[in-house]
């Protein structure tokens, strides 16, 4: 286990990246430290190549309650008030993102499958976090918000452009707009949660193993092709499915996939 900026535990075991936002006496808030290590965490994740899936979750009694309030409260006593927060947060620092929002965005970037195992609350940045995830696993009690408003902010690290694909327009900014805290019923309807399990650590955890028992190679290939889905048109998403599958046929873990189906044995697959 490593321990990332004194905010999260990575551990990485049967090439599962598993990790752990470690600030439960906070409930895992969102501070400048937080930020950072969710970046430097993913980055690790990526430099290594024996890794085919991550699994985040929260230490203690929640996912994360979102924003810091009292890191907040600093920087902007720090940087000389509200009229300056703008203007540190629009120059892209991180390709399309600032740093804020590539805290969330990273996970989207992830070459590797990424999944959310979510309890207590997940209510401000802290959804945001879990939507950046391909699935997220909640458990029965549950709670969400899009909380920025409360706050007088507005959702601000990349959350509008997660949730449009797929959740309701009127029901994002109906939740927007109020920033009121919904239940798991409601996340579920609005696809926030993929599946309602009771031990989401476990549930993802399994899911976990079975993508990794799955030819590396075609796990990252499907992540790329399923992330630009939504932002090509038909003819490119068409063309980039023939692209990624012209690398892959007859590749040696493909081969060796199809081989460990019909001998009916675990696949070994090579991570390079």
Known sequence: MTLINDRIELTIENHIAHVVLSRADKMNALDSKMFT?????????EADSSVRVAVISGAGRAFCAGLDMENFAGMMEADG??????????PRTQGIANDVQYAVWVWRELSV?????VHGVAVGGGLQVALAADMRY??????????????????????????RHHIPEDAVRE?????RIFSIDEA?????????????????????????????DAIKASKRV?????????????????????????????????LAELQKRPAKFSDA
């Open 37 to 45: 290590a969710l970046v430097e965490t993913a980055k690790q994740i």
């Open 81 to 90: 008030g509200a009229d300056s927060v703008p203007s540190q947060l629009t």
């Open 113 to 117: 499958p990424v999944i959310a195992a």
């Open 138 to 163: 909640a458990a029965p009690d549950t709670r969400f918000s899009i909380m920025e408003l409360k706050w007088g902010l507005i959702p601000d690290m990349s959350s509008t452009q997660l949730m």
């Open 175 to 179: 939740l927007t707009y109020t920033a």
């Open 188 to 216: 579920k309807e609005y696809n926030f949660v993929t599946k309602v399990v009771d031990d989401p650590v476990a549930h993802a955890m399994d899911v976990a193993t079975q993508i990794a028992q799955r030819n590396p």
């Open 226 to 258: 399923l992330n630009a889905a939504n932002y090509v048109s038909a003819a490119e998403g068409l063309l980039m499915e023939s692209e990624e599958q012209d690398k892959i046929i007859g590749s040696a873990n493909q081969l060796e996939a199809v």
